[in-house]
C-alpha cells in the first residue's frame, strides 16, 4: 500500500473554483494556525442537492454528499462550492459546518459581490474567502459563535458584517482552537 502522508485539513472545489481560492485558503490554514493542508481532486456539484425553487444549493445535503465520499489521509474536510447555499431558515448562507465534525462547506457565490450588487476587486473576495474558511474550521473544532463583533468566529449573515470582521480569531477563540488541535493529537500534522 501506498504510504500517504496525513494532512490536517483536505480542500476541494465544487464546480468551477479559481485555483486562487483554494491556494490563499490553505495560506491561511496554514498562517493562522500552523494547520497543514492538501487540495483533493475536485467534485462536480451534486444536482440532487440543488432547490429548483430557489436555484440555490442545500448546505446541508452538500455536506451529507461529501460524508459519503471518501478522503483518506485528511482529519477535515472543507468544500469550496461555486454555487450560492441555503440552509431552510436562512436566505442564505456563506457556508455551513457540523460542529465539532469533519466536513464543511463554503460558497464562494455572494462573496465576489458588495452589498450594493457591484463587483468586488479579487483582493476582496479572497479576504472573504479565508474568513468564511477560518470561520467554518472554527466549527469543525467545535468552536461557537463568538459575541466580539471582531472576532472570526462572529456570525455574519451579510457582506457588511463580513467584511467589518477582522481576518483573525479573538485571543479566546484562538486559544480554544489551539487546545481542540492539541487534544485531536492534530499537533502531530503541523508541519
Ligand atoms: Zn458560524
Ligand atoms: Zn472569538
Keep these: 500500500m ?7 485539513v483536505g ?6 473554483v ?30 440532487e442537492c440543488l432547490d429548483k425553487k430557489r ?3 442545500d448546505a446541508a445535503r452538500i455536506i451529507q454528499y461529501l460524508e459519503g465520499q471518501s478522503f483518506p489521509g485528511c482529519s477535515k474536510i472543507i468544500g469550496l462550492v461555486e454555487g450560492d447555499l441555503f440552509l ?11 460542529q465539532g465534525g469533519t466536513h464543511a462547506v463554503i460558497s464562494l457565490a455572494r462573496l465576489q459581490y458588495r452589498e450594493n ?5 479579487d483582493s476582496e473576495f479572497y479576504e472573504r474567502t479565508a474568513k468564511v474558511a477560518l470561520h467554518e474550521l472554527g466549527h469543525l473544532f467545535n468552536l461557537f459563535h463568538c459575541d466580539d463583533s471582531q472576532c472570526l468566529m462572529h456570525f ?10 477582522a481576518l483573525n480569531y479573538c485571543p479566546y477563540c484562538r486559544s480554544f482552537f489551539t ?13
Design 2 to 8: 501506498k504510504n500517504r502522508k496525513k494532512h490536517a
Design 11 to 16: 480542500l476541494l472545489a465544487m464546480g468551477r
Design 18 to 47: 479559481p485555483e486562487m481560492a483554494l491556494k490563499i485558503v490553505s495560506a491561511h490554514i496554514y498562517g493562522y494556525l500552523n494547520l497543514s493542508t492538501c487540495c483533493l481532486p475536485a467534485l462536480a456539484l451534486p444536482q
Design 55 to 57: 436555484l440555490q444549493y
Design 88 to 98: 431552510p431558515i436562512f436566505t442564505h448562507v456563506f457556508g455551513e459546518a457540523q
Design 117 to 121: 450588487g457591484c463587483r468586488s476587486p
Design 156 to 165: 455574519s449573515g451579510t457582506i457588511e458584517t463580513l467584511d467589518a470582521i
Design 179 to 191: 487546545d481542540a488541535c492539541r487534544r485531536k493529537e492534530l499537533i502531530s500534522l503541523i508541519k
